[in-house]
Structures are given as structure tokens and as C-alpha cells.
């Protein structure tokens, strides 16, 4: 195999020294210029497995060079070589098409690693493979053949051929997780962690010791060293799922990290270099929270440097039918059954539905109808959607959540609302309707000497359905 060659472009001759010094011992050939002339000449002359370039050159700009690279040598990974700091820089660059970027000074450690990276991408994009080999069971997990999702399927492929950080938007419940998990597999980050964070649930009191790890003895408690969520990710990607719950204190100590490519843990000395790509995604209308001051500027252009929109059902209601049989197979596989059949008004009536609550939803209605219907043919009562005015029609029903009182399941309808003698509007109606279900049970179970088949029989549901409920509540 022939020996792999770097292009380096640089008006500073100590650079070009240190990268042909530190590329030379990691067995690289090394070609270094200092001006856009000269790299223009040399791209022509011969190919390069990866180019460095300088932001600043004294016949013009380190973006010309990414430019041309990504229109005429779009099998070269480029990288920007940017000033300490120079974040504007570097999100221009990255939305040109460069690989990654590299501040100065440069870290060699990190240098070596980045390298590694987009010479195992160059490699790929010769020969037309993927990091995580070949994409068996990409389009199931990504199901439907609409132009939308196509067209998304399309995205996730260039996507994943950079560094770029990418932001995922969408409603609940339509998949942002699992098109970053995609990204992800797709990449050169493949063998590298995956680490998803939601940042709404993680109090803001531990936000920076989750994040960046702390050291034993440095505040109650830290009994010993911890990882924060930068190192458990080194050599792979961080997923920041709903980045907009993120207090605006931590939003701070985020853009720093994320810049510097580095994070100090609590109670340390020193910051420690980190090599992570930044996914991240909200439901939320993030640029609508910038305006408003509630999320900070700087932030938000740094981890928008690409968008990726995910659409919603609604917006693929000819997927709904696909969806719903690859959902239908997946419970069949964890119950070890063969899979329920949807009967035609059944099929019909979910393609009818708006879903607010998107492929989550459409999943929730699915497991509920399997535990409901008798025997295997799922018919439109068995689905149990809800009657929705317009008034409703932008807001989630109780049934989006899998949840319904036994009494109404036995004939197939959910509570719109709590009877009278419901518990204050402070307790969650979920919470509730479980109680009711639970005591409803339990009573059933008694009454039968615990025999289920009877208890179902009393409840006036089937024993598939009894067996849902008891494994839903956790009843032993």
C-alpha cells in the first residue's frame, strides 16, 4: 500500500514545520506550501489523503482552499487551521464542506487524533464503505419511503462524512435520537461511544460535575474521581438531547468546552483534552429562545452549524402503514408471538390520525392494541384513538400515553376526564388513572383466589390484556 500524503498550507514556516515533523512520524508524506498559488498547484499535480490550510493566507483565505477542495477534490478531507478562539472562523468553514478544524496552538495529541480520523474517512469515501461496515438494517430502522424521509436518508449519509456539529429539530416522538445514532454509525466515529444526555432531566445543582467530571474531595460527597459525560464520549460523539432546557450558566461553561475542545472537572487543575462531535436536538423553537434571551447566541451558531429537520407523521402519513408493521413485528419478537394483523378500517383510521405525539405515539397505540384485541386482528375500536375536535388537534390526548382506566378499557373507550370525585388538579392524571387500574386489579386478582384468567374475566378484558396491565403497574 502506497504511503498516504498530507497537503499542508501555511504562511508560518514554525507550523509547517510542526505539522510536517509531527504528520512525518506518524509514517505521513508531507507536502507543505504558503499560499493559496501554491496549493491550487499542488492539488493539481497530484492526490492528497488530507489537506491542512490556514485560515489566513498572504494571496487569499484558508476558505478558498476548502472551497475548491469540497467542488473539485471532494475525496480530500480538509481541516482549517484557526487562531485561538476564532469560532467564527471555524463554523464557516465547517458549513464549506471542511472536515474539522484545528486551534492554535496546536495540540499534538489532538492533532494525531484528528488525523486518524479523516484518513479513515478518506479511506471510506475511496472506497465507497462506511465506518460501521455495510448498512444492513439502515432503512429498517429508518422506516418509510416517502420523498421526506428519503430525502433525510440522504442528509444523514453527508452528514456523517464530516464533523460538522449538527442540529436535529423536530416534535417529540418523531426520531431525533435515533437519526443522531445514525450519524453516528455511519461516520468515522463508528467504533467510538455514543453517549446520549437529555439535558432536561439532569438538575442544574450537578449539570457541570455531569458534564466534566469532578475530583474526589471536591465538594460533599465526591468521594471519589468521576467521568463526566466529555470523556465518556472521547473518540466518539455526545448527543445534547433537548439542549434548549439548558440554564443559561451551563450554557457558558458548554461553549467553552465545545471551543476549546477541553473541559476542566470540578476540583481540577488542569483541563483535559477531549475529542468529541457534538449532536444535539430540541422539540423547541431554538432561534425563537435566542431572540428571547433565553438561549445565548454564541451557542446556538456553534451547534448549528448544519440543520437537519425531521419531519413529522403527519407530514408522511403514506409511511404510516410501513411504521406500523415494522412495529407490529418488534412486539410479535419481544413476546415471542407471531405478529397481530391490522385490519383494514383499522389501517385506515391510523392514516387518518394526525399523531401529535408522532412515531412514539403511533407505537404506544400499537403495544396497547396488541394487550386489548381478541385474538390476532387488531380492528379500529381496539386502537382506542382519541376523538379530537379542533380544538383538541394540537394538544396530546390520554391515550398518546398508553394509559386507560380498566373499567373504560372493557369497552374499548378512555375517560376523556377523571368522574368527579377525582383528586385536585396538582396529580397527574396518568397517576391517577393507574391508581384506578390498580386497585380495580388487585380487587379482580382477590376476589378470583388470583387466578388471572377469571380476574380478566371479571375485569371484562382479555388475559393478554390483564397479563399488559400487571407487567405495566408492576404487579408481581
Known amino acids: 500500500m502506497s504511503q498516504q500524503t498530507v497537503l499542508v498550507i501555511d504562511d508560518e514556516r514554525d507550523i509547517r514545520e510542526l505539522l510536517t515533523i509531527t504528520l512525518g512520524r506518524m509514517d505521513l508524506k508531507v507536502d507543505a506550501v504558503g499560499t493559496v498559488a501554491e496549493a491550487r498547484h499542488a492539488l493539481a499535480e497530484r492526490h492528497y489523503d488530507l489537506c491542512f490550510t490556514d485560515m489566513r493566507l498572504p494571496d487569499g483565505s484558508g476558505q478558498e482552499v476548502i472551497e475548491l477542495i469540497a467542488a473539485d477534490y471532494d475525496q480530500t478531507p480538509v481541516a482549517m487551521i484557526t487562531a485561538y478562539g476564532n469560532v467564527d472562523a471555524a463554523v464557516t468553514a465547517l458549513k464549506a464542506g471542511a472536515f474539522d478544524f484545528v486551534s492554535k496552538p496546536v495540540d499534538i495529541q489532538m492533532l494525531r487524533r484528528l488525523v486518524r480520523t479523516a484518513l479513515k474517512l478518506a479511506e471510506e469515501k475511496r472506497t465507497g464503505a462506511t465506518a460501521g461496515g455495510p448498512a444492513t438494517g439502515f432503512s429498517d430502522r429508518l422506516i418509510g419511503d416517502s420523498a421526506t424521509m428519503q430525502q433525510v436518508r440522504s442528509t444523514i449519509g453527508k452528514l456523517a462524512r464530516n464533523q460538522a456539529p449538527v442540529y436535529i429539530a423536530g416534535e417529540s416522538g418523531v426520531g431525533k435520537e435515533l437519526v443522531a445514532r445514525l450519524i453516528h454509525e455511519q461516520g468515522p466515529r463508528a467504533t467510538g461511544p455514543f453517549v446520549p444526555v437529555n439535558c432536561g432531566a439532569i438538575p442544574s ?94 451557542l446556538f451558531y456553534r451547534i448549528n452549524v448544519i440543520e437537519l429537520r425531521v419531519p413529522p407523521l403527519r407530514e408522511r402519513r403514506g409511511d404510516v402503514p410501513l411504521l406500523a408493521d415494522f412495529v407490529l413485528k418488534q412486539l410479535a419478537n419481544k413476546s415471542g408471538g407471531t405478529p397481530v394483523r391490522l385490519l383494514p378500517e383499522a389501517r385506515q383510521a391510523l392514516e387518518d390520525y394526525d399523531f401529535p405525539g408522532n412515531v412514539r405515539e403511533l407505537e404506544n397505540i400499537l403495544e396497547r392494541a396488541v394487550a386489548m384485541c381478541d385474538g390476532d386482528r387488531v380492528d379500529a375500536s381496539d386502537l382506542m384513538l382519541p376523538q379530537r375536535t379542533p380544538r383538541q388537534a394540537a394538544e396530546p390526548s390520554v391515550a398518546m400515553h398508553g394509559h386507560s382506566a380498566v373499567s373504560g378499557a372493557a369497552h374499548g373507550t378512555i375517560p376523556a376526564s377523571p368522574p368527579a370525585h377525582a383528586p385536585a388538579s396538582d396529580v397527574g392524571l396518568d397517576d391517577y388513572i393507574s391508581n384506578l387500574e390498580r386497585t380495580a386489579i388487585m380487587k379482580a386478582l382477590e376476589e378470583s383466589r388470583y387466578n388471572k384468567t377469571a380476574a380478566a374475566r371479571k375485569l371484562g378484558i382479555t388475559f393478554r390484556a390483564l397479563r399488559y396491565k400487571l407487567k405495566k403497574l408492576g404487579i408481581d
Open 205 to 298: 445543582e450537578l449539570m457541570e460535575s455531569e458534564f466534566f467530571g469532578h475530583r474526589r474531595g471536591s465538594f460533599t460527597g465526591a468521594v471519589a474521581d468521576k467521568e463526566g459525560l466529555f470523556q465518556a464520549a472521547h473518540g466518539g460523539t455526545l448527543f445534547l438531547d433537548e439542549v434548549a432546557e439548558l440554564p443559561l450558566h451551563m450554557q457558558v461553561k458548554l461553549l467553552r468546552a465545545i471551543q476549546e475542545k477541553a473541559v476542566r472537572p470540578i476540583g481540577a487543575r488542569e483541563e483535559i483534552a477531549v475529542d468529541v462531535r457534538i449532536l444535539s436536538a430540541t422539540h423547541k423553537n431554538l432561534a425563537a429562545l435566542v431572540d428571547q434571551g433565553q438561549f445565548r447566541q454564541d
